[in-house]
Structure formats: structure tokens, C-alpha cells
């Protein structure tokens, strides 16, 4: 099965997807987290991501289309995927119709002082990357797995935040119209706690 996680940032799309991925063994496909690694590993393109996800703007669609066609042409991706983050635009929706089947698109409810809380509070590892926040850590400053330090998110003060929502309503929402229209959209309101909202997508899917 082939499932897109839509929602604005912190809605907890990365959160669930991971969970989804760790107990029915789907491949989570994060752009965020993939544009992330690349700008670790000083790639061209994480050389030209990092401006445009410093500022909270969408990374230029032909960058992120190519990158994610690549990624879905693994081996890994060929019994399914969670899509986590992509598409973001119109554009991105089309270029993957050409060359991906979708299932199902689950679209996470948040009310704007979910995601600023969800936003502001986390922490992720600068090492693995696994998230944390700071209302389960209990004043820890290092990652779990790993050891690693963790850190606050350039794109998470405050200012950005506000900004990557702007954008999400510009540039992002117009697709729960585009997935309605094609049948495939499940709205699952999430405002209570990680495991409960979990359990809300797992039967959205049908899982
Ligand atoms: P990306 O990393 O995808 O950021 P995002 O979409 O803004 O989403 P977030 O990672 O901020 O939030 P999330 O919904 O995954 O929430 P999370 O699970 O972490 O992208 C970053 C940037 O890359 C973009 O701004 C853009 O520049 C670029 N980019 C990426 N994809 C692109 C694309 N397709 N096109 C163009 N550019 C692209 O949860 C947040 C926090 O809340 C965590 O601490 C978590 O523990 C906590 N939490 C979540 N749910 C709950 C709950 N139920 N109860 C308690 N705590 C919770």
C-alpha cells in the first residue's frame, strides 16, 4: 500500500509515519528528513535546500520531484511507502501521479496551538535525527538511541515557524481539495496523545 501523510508542519506527520513504518515494516519516504541528510553531507543539493528550508519556504519543486522519484524507484519501495512531506504543491501531486499509484492520503488535523506547542517544544538529534520533546524529556539533552546532542531546529523558532505555516496555506492546502476530488483523503483529528492519535490513523488505513 501507498500512503501520503499531509498536514501542516508539526502536525506530527514525521511522528506517526516513523511509528507506521517501525510496526507494519512500510518504508518511510521523509523529503524533510532526505533534504536534511543531504545538507549534512554538503551535497549540491543540500548546498541549495538549506537556504530555502532556513527561511521556511518550500525547496523548488524539480528538485524535490527528482529526488523522490529516485527514492521510490528502490528496491525497498516496491511492496509500499509512506510518503511523509511530499507532495507539498499542485505540481509536486501531478509529477507523482505519472509515476506512483496512491492508496491512501491521510490528512492530520491540527489547531494552530497544537502545532505551536508540537513546534516549539521539540528537540531532534543533530546525529540520527530521531525527534524528541521537550514535554517527554525530562530536562535530557542528549539523544536516547544514539548519545548524540540534541538540538533545536533552525526552522523551529519561532518567527519560521509562523512563516512555514503561512506557507503551508498558500501552497500546501490546496491538496486536500486535489485528493478529495480523486476519492483518496481521510481527515484524523489530532489533539490528544501520540498513542490514541496513532491508533486513530492505523484505523483510517484501514490497518
Ligand atoms: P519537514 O521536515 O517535512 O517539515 P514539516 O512538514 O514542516 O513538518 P515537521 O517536521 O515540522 O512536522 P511533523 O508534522 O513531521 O511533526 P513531528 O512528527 O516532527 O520539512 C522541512 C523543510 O524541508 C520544509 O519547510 C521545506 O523547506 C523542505 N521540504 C520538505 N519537503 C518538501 C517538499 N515536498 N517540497 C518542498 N520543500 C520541502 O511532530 C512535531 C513535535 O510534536 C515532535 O516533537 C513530536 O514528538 C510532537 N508530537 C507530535 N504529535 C504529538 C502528539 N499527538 N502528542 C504529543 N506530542 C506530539
Known sequence: MNFIFLGPPGAGKGTHAKLLSQKHGIPQISTGDMLRENIKRATDLGKQAQVYIDQ????PDDLVIQMVEERL???DCQKGYILDGFPRTVTQAEALSKFARIDKVID????????????SGRR?????????????LNGATTCAACGGKLIH???DQ?????????VYHKKTEPLIEYYKKADLIMDVVVESTIDHDFMLIEKALGL
Open 153 to 155: 531546529r533552525v526552522d
Open 56 to 59: 521556511g519556504e518550500l525547496v
Open 158 to 166: 519561532p518567527e519560521t515557524i509562523l512563516h512555514r505555516l503561512e
Open 108 to 119: 492530520l488535523v491540527a489547531d494552530t496551538s497544537v502545532i505551536l506547542g508540537n513546534l
Open 124 to 136: 531532534v538529534c543533530g546525529n540520527c535525527g530521531a525527534t524528541y520533546h521537550t514535554r517527554r
Open 73 to 75: 524507484a528502490q528496491p
